[in-house]
């Protein structure tokens, strides 16, 4: 066998598992984007459900915040708090899930 021959089925392991790590990035991300979609399609009902709840309830509060965010939606700071909120829970949640998941190889 050739130096070449060897140098090119080199290569062609080193292609095969940059594929393979592609591939998997590409399925992370879009799982990702799921994840994002999936939150911003909960966060807007949850906040203004929130908002409704604020401003009924808390409506001291609701006044110092459009006075510490002028010229802000309020909707907005809600949405976006929300999200952040169920975003971090999920974050928390996978950190959990693969701290408690069984290691592969013992048994």
């Not at 399925?27 to 908002?51: D, G, V």
């Amino acid at each position: 066998m050739s130096t070449l021959s060897q140098e090119q089925k080199a290569f062609e392991a080193e292609e095969g598992k940059l594929m393979k790590f592609l591939k998997k990035v590409k399925k992370a991300l879009s799982k990702e984007f799921l994840y994002l979609l999936t939150i911003l399609l909960i966060s807007l009902p949850l906040s203004y459900f929130a908002l409704s709840l604020f401003q009924k309830k808390a409506p001291n509060f609701v006044m110092a915040l459009q006075k510490s965010f002028p010229g802000t939606s309020l909707y907005l700071i809600f949405l976006l708090g929300c999200g952040a909120g169920l975003y971090f829970s999920r974050m928390v949640l996978g950190a959990v899930q693969s701290a408690t998941k069984p290691k592969s190889g013992s048994s």
